[in-house]
């Protein structure tokens, strides 16, 4: 279900202007401002939860949100804004001898993919520049980190429809048992491209269990 309100958002975003792509970007750094206290009780919860579970101290500095890193967010937001749109960009053209001339022009993909560990930063990163580039943020954070991404992908949620642009802009997954994981790797005929961003073990099962085509940094 979530698959699916993510392509049915996917041509929205895709025929959005970069004045509204932009005005979203800007919206989503005020309200994480904004929202930064509940932002950060939330995860408060998750760091009590992970030295709980005696979570390697190098893990809960990743988990770890405050203030300077709410604000490195939104500001990373704003940068993106700033940005060129990639969006109908030509990056190559040619003419045949038969004088049919061509062009290479770059598009939205669509529905973009990302599984991640407990970093909550990679939420707002992840739709930043999916929606500069014009496509759906399909979201899937660690357990550790699930309090925190609810937080920030609610804030988020929040400021598209301030701006008209669909919520489902951002969708984030919140079962994060190992089935949901492998079943989100496999939602083929709605994810157009899955990005990894963990250790080992992560891009392991995305080997091993994905469906959907993928992209593995080195």
């Known amino acids: 279900d979530l698959a699916r309100r993510a392509r049915t958002a996917a041509p929205v975003l895709a025929a959005a202007t970069t ?3 932009d005005a979203g970007l800007r919206a989503a750094a005020d309200h994480l401002e904004a929202d930064r206290d509940g932002i950060l009780e939330a995860n408060t919860q998750d760091v009590a939860r992970g030295e709980a579970d005696g979570m390697a101290p190098g893990f809960l500095d990743r988990l770890k949100l405050d203030a300077g890193r709410v604000a490195g967010m939104a500001s990373g937001l704003r940068q993106v804004a700033n940005l060129p749109d990639p969006v109908g960009q030509v990056t190559a053209e040619w003419t045949r001898p038969n004088g049919l001339h061509l062009t290479k022009v770059r598009v939205p993909l669509g529905v973009v993919a990302m599984i991640y560990e407990n970093r909550p930063n990679v939420t707002s ?18 357990s550790g980190g699930l309090e925190s991404n609810r937080a920030i992908a609610a804030s988020i949620r929040s400021a598209l429809v301030d701006v008209d642009l669909p919520a489902d802009a951002l969708i984030l997954v919140e079962d ?3 089935e949901a994981a ?22 392991r099962s995305v080997l091993d269990n994905a469906t959907v085509p993928y992209v593995i940094d080195g």
Do not use: T
């Open 19 to 21: 004045a509204k792509k």
């Open 182 to 203: 492998v079943e989100f790797m496999q939602q083929r005929g709605y994810v157009d491209c899955l990005i990894p961003r963990g250790g080992p073990s992560l891009i």
């Open 176 to 178: 994060v048992s190992r």
């Open 125 to 142: 990163d992840a739709f930043g520049l999916c929606l500069k580039s014009g496509n759906v943020a399909f979201l899937r954070g660690s």
